[in-house]
């Protein structure tokens, strides 16, 4: 576990008393040293020593990293990316399923009923890290980003895809403008559909899934796309679902078995402190970490505490409540522990 910077730590202990109230002889690992103020004095904010602990878990929950103190995105980079690539971590999953009615922004109540996963390839892309800059603060300045595709990249997240699907597969990308890495994408996209032919299949691009999910989100299952559009995506889908309180996500290589589970909120240093954060993310971010580990069974039944503490209005304001995070994890905590138990 590594709590982080911000509302990580606060949003985290929720999840950590639900993890422990389950009593699934799991043992915490906690690594609260990894954080901005660890980079700020160091200038590292994970060692070897770190990744080595990280590398022999099973799993790993993060609340969050960011710090205001530090302009740019090397610190974080210095964490997500380091564990997304150091772990292989190459499928980023992200549910977005609505909890209640109310939450949605979407004024047809016949298509507000989102529930749906972003696939997204979480190794290459345009956060690959490839490319430079020269001539760099002059007006003759040039910068360059190199957006990353490999056949081995491409064609494992589809199957992944596929993997997860109950029902169809709708693959976005935006071969139309890019045209070498959509020329691979399109390639690995038909020999994936025809290895899976009892799901329905769909190809959008990007501009026009973007559409679609707002006009109607209803119409997804399972989304797969590349790096900085399953990013843009996943934000829309969770938007669409009762905002980032409630999104969580996961970066998973299936052949390790190692998965790294997080909410999709950031460190919100606005909030931080004041606490009003929702836990939920982080919550339903530790049901994704046990469903993983075996235990669908209690990730149902924290999913569906979850769906009763919304239901009944006993959430953070950003809800449209007036719970602080440790009254809106302890209602969750509460239901969880409700004799006959609950399930989603």
Known sequence: MIPGDGIGPEVIEPALDILEALALGVRMDVLDQVNAETYLRTGAALSE????RIR??????????????????AYVRSVLSTL???????????????????????????????????VRENTEGLYSGVGGSTRVGSPQEIAIDVDLSTHHGVS??????????????????KANAVRNGGQLWQRCWHEAVA????FDTSHL?????????ATDPTAFDVIVTNNSYGDILSDLTAALAGGLGVAASANLNPATRHGLFEPVHGSAPDIAGTGVANPF????????LIEHMGHTGEADAVRGAVVAAVEAGRVTPDLGGSLSTKEAGAVVLAELR???GRAC
């Not at 878990?57 to 740019?72: F, Q, Y």
């Not at 290895?195 to 009892?198: D, G, V």
């Not at 993310?281 to 994704?288: F, P, T």
Request: include cysteine.
């Open 49 to 52: 020593a770190d990744l080595d």
């Open 56 to 73: 022999t878990s099973e799993a790993t929950l993060l609340g969050a990293v960011g710090d205001p103190r530090l302009s740019g995105t």
């Open 84 to 118: 997304r690539l150091e772990l292989d971590l190459y499928a980023n999953y992200r549910p977005a399923r609505l909890w209640h009615d109310r939450l949605s922004p979407l004024r047809d109540e016949t298509r507000r009923a989102i529930d749906c996963v972003i």
């Open 156 to 173: 494992r997240i589809m199957d992944f895809a596929f993997s997860v699907a109950r029902r169809s597969v709708c693959m976005v990308d």
């Open 195 to 198: 290895l899976h032919p009892q």
């Open 205 to 213: 691009y990007v501009d026009a899934a973007a559409m679609k999910l």
């Open 281 to 288: 993310g982080a919550i339903l971010s530790a049901a994704l």
């Open 338 to 340: 409700q004799p006959q």
